[in-house]
DNA sequence: TTTATTTAAGATAAAATTGTCTTAAATAAA
DNA sequence: TTTATTTAAGACAATTTTATCTTAAATAAA
């Protein structure tokens, strides 16, 4: 459903949230041992996230990331998601036409409309900061 | 959303089946010359396709592809996708857990159930014939 | 100011997916 | 039987994605 890079984005941005809502920096070694994903990849997803705004970062010793509290609720898993995959697995048409539309559909294109449309409302209803929370109350979990 | 191999095993098979029901036999070049796909790569997942029974095939000159008629609503589009992608898109936990389920779920599995289950009903009610029929009639393309 | 720590950025490498090419096997017609 | 045509199968190549490695930049503490 999504690339390796966006399940390990928002798997990052779920702990370092879960975190920040204990005011809590974290580094990134510390964002992949409760993730099990590969230390450097991580790192390149995390700063991208950082350039898009969705994430704050300091150098340094004492340094780490982490979410601004306030914002956690404004910041939808449809951010995290386009910033690093991009929307062609809403707007793309299922069947890899390079146009398809309601006016010249594939044969697959009426089908498709109202997963995608639940798909993507799902992901712009979803904040970080629900899914942080469901993480730091043990109702869900981020590696086994 | 699908692997570029089940898009093209996808458009390949519709319109065999456009094909088929005009008691027509069609060979590689011609299927990818109306989908729009490489000769090689198509041939090889239509040859997969062969083995698993979604379609039939004659080698040797006047061969060619075919899907039998009356087995043409029977063949549905999960029969397709499963053959290619496997069945990872439905089971497999959407932030790449290796295990996931109700009892100990990712932050995003309630989230997702419901689009994947509905996904899994759309392809499984879904045949090759009713989207064949669509093409035919003109409703909907292949390529453009 | 020096050192240690941490993110930033970009080059490089490995793996997976996508795509091509060659040869074999089947089969129909001449 | 020979030839031409077509699918079958597998080796090979290119591209994309995933992952690693190296160096630079920032910054805090000693």
Known sequence: MFSKATEYGIKAI?????QSMLERRVKIGEVVEHIDS???????????LVKVGIVQSITGPYGGF???????????MI???????GDSIFNGCGL???E??????????YKFVQ?????KD???STSILELAEGLKSGKSILMR
């Open 14 to 18: 779920i702990y370092i949230a879960s």
């Open 38 to 48: 590969p230390v450097a990849f991580t790192a390149k997803i995390v700063g991208a």
């Open 66 to 76: 982490y979410i601004d509290r306030h914002r956690m609720d404004q910041i939808k």
């Open 79 to 85: 951010d995290i998601v386009t910033a690093i995959d």
């Open 96 to 98: 890899g036409l390079k």
């Open 100 to 109: 398809c539309d309601d006016e010249q559909p594939c044969p697959m294109h």
């Open 115 to 119: 997963i995608r449309a639940d798909l």
């Open 122 to 124: 799902m992901l712009n």
